[in-house]
């Protein structure tokens, strides 16, 4: 299996981030992927290469452009607004319809957030982007010859929506990778995305909501429990020529691997009737029991059993992983590998 990794990712330095004298993120920190990258070797599951660069035009696939401007200036242009360097935390938020946009950085960066727990840092374009270009260069790989590449992706991106940041992303590299595999494809082929991180992709869910080209199938904290809360119930199965094409499975805390598995193969038997030409699978490792963001009860054999299922639904179906979430550091690198195995 092909592993794409830039240590990129440790621009976004979210470890080295103090607000008001306490680290201001704990959980999605570089050490992740870095621990995910040493136990993928250890483990003898493939290659490790470093994406190519496509610049930026495959992010306007899933992006406005305006948002993308954005993200790319908004650290400048806050340091030159405030006379000084510093990370970019808006903690204001239109959250009813707005008479107007503002102008200011903190208008502007609130404008495009839809909370307040992911700060924009000096790298977190350049980390930001290299993790969307990550995704890029496995969705090639899958697209021209290989049976599953794995986009070690940092940041994760599948809270992010069209114009929207928050929830630790910035790019929806998962819906990126999703467009640019219908962009090279003669025909628009149809894409099945399986979103099996612990939290509900709301953003994925958001830029295909009306789209019958792509499945999005989702596994989560049911809304009434967990973040994002405002997205992820039974009942948003799309709308317009989407309808139908949105399929969330809501689940209760402490959910085991026997009952996380059920809910699995239930949306697993939905891809295989959409009969899609590329699987994209965000894959978070935050269901483990355990994660500190979690509130899952999957073991590292549940873990196994997981790639397992997926991975043999996947032969025959060029699979793209993408690395989402996962935050329980001691854990990591044995749930990662449990979780790949199946698609070596
Ligand atoms: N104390 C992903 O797993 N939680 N994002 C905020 C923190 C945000 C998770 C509360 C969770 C976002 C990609
Ligand atoms: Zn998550």
């Excluded at 938020?93 to 946009?101: D, L, M, S, V």
């Excluded at 102008?103 to 374009?125: C, D, H, K």
């Excluded at 009969?275 to 029991?289: T, W």
């Amino acid at each position: 299996m092909h592993i794409i990794y830039t240590d990129q990712h440790k621009l976004h330095a979210t470890d080295q981030v103090e607000y008001e004298g306490h680290p201001f993120v704990t959980d999605e920190v570089p050490a992740r992927i870095e621990i995910i990258l040493s136990a993928a070797r250890a483990a003898g599951l493939g290659s490790v290469s470093a994406p190519t660069d496509r610049g930026l035009d495959p992010l306007f696939a899933a992006h406005h452009i305006d948002f993308v401007t954005f993200l790319r200036d908004i650290y400048a242009e806050s340091a030159a607004a405030l006379g000084n360097a510093a990370p970019v935390f808006p903690s204001t938020f239109p959250a009813r319809p707005i008479r107007r946009r503002s102008n200011s950085v903190y208008g502007r960066a609130g404008y495009y957030a839809f909370g307040a727990g992911s700060p924009i840092l000096e790298g977190t374009w350049a980390a930001a982007y290299w993790s969307a270009q990550c995704a890029l260069t496995a969705a090639d790989l899958v697209q021209t010859r290989e049976p599953t590449a794995y986009a070690l992706c940092r940041p994760p991106g599948h809270h992010a929506a069209a114009d929207l940041y928050g929830g630790y992303c910035y790019l929806n590299n998962a819906a990126i990778a999703a467009r640019y595999l219908q962009a090279v494809s003669p025909v628009r082929a149809k894409i099945a995305i399986l979103d099996m991180d612990y939290h509900h992709g709301n953003g994925t869910q958001e830029i295909f909501y009306a789209d019958p080209s792509v499945l999005y199938c989702s596994l989560h904290a049911h809304p009434d429990d967990d973040y994002p809360y405002f997205w992820g119930g039974a009942d948003e199965r799309g709308e317009g020529p989407g309808e139908g094409y949105n399929r969330n499975w809501p689940l209760p805390q402490k959910t085991d691997d026997a009952h996380y598995l059920a809910a699995l193969d239930e949306a697993l038997a939905f891809v295989q009737d959409f009969a899609p030409r590329y699987l994209v699978v965000s894959a978070g490792f935050d269901i483990a029991v355990g994660d500190p963001v979690g509130g899952f009860g999957v073991t590292v054999e549940g873990m196994r059993a997981v790639g397992q299922h997926i991975a043999a639904l996947s032969r025959g179906v060029p699979t793209v992983l993408v690395q989402e979430g996962g935050y329980l550091l001691e854990k990591l690198g044995e749930n990662a590998v449990a979780f790949l195995q199946a698609f070596v």
